[in-house]
């Protein structure tokens, strides 16, 4: 494919309730366009961002990861966000990319929020990922991985950043600039789904979920409410701007460790 047809859900979590989180997730997607081919939700869209994975955390053969399978195959489009995730004795904030046939990929937050004591609960993940879906490469980030440049750093020509969160109303302009950001500095589109409404925690949630090219303009821009929000990312016009505009050549030449 050459055009990716992406639909950004967000909405108000139900805490540590994983069965109405779906619930409300099926009803905005009753409202889907046909041609969407991605969907988008939010970091810990079936439990909200907790600190007591202990309480919820499901293994991949749970039901929240079981109802991304099922969505896709419906709606014959790519579903993806993050889950607490148990493996064996340890607990992962997982981005999940449920394709449409059934396949599976991850990728573990390798960012924890330390202000918050997420890493003392939520093993970090090893490093990124690339997701191949469509003809589009996709680098899956999970909310605070947003703030680290070095880490999305733009060296495998990947198409799209997609950056799902649980990020409050008082730090809200800097999600808006560094998604903004990371499109422009990486000549790539960037899409960040975050999550509206108050969580147990008393942290207010205030959407503002976004996709924007390469060029940094907005292409979608969703408000406070719970809503859809949709763009179309087409690959052949990212491609002719990178010639014509071949930024990322120029790039400093380093590695993580």
Known sequence: METLHTALLQNDLHWHNPAENQF????LMQKLPKA???IVL???WATGFTMTPNEVAE??????VAWMQHMAKQHNAAVCGSLAIKEKDAFYNRFIFAHPNGQIDTYDKAHPYTPSGEARVY???KGSVLIEYAGFRIRPLVCYDLRFPVFARNTDQYDLLLCVANWPVAR???WNTLLCARAIENMAFSVGVNRTGKDAYRLQYPGASAAYNALGDTLAFADTSASIATAEFDKKELYKLREKLPFLKDRDAFTLK
């Open 36 to 38: 969407v081919n991605l």
């Open 123 to 125: 093993n970090a993940g």
């Open 24 to 27: 409300a997730f099926e009803q």
């Open 42 to 44: 939010p970091e810990m």
């Open 172 to 174: 809200i302009q800097a």
């Open 59 to 64: 293994s991949m053969r749970g039901t929240s």
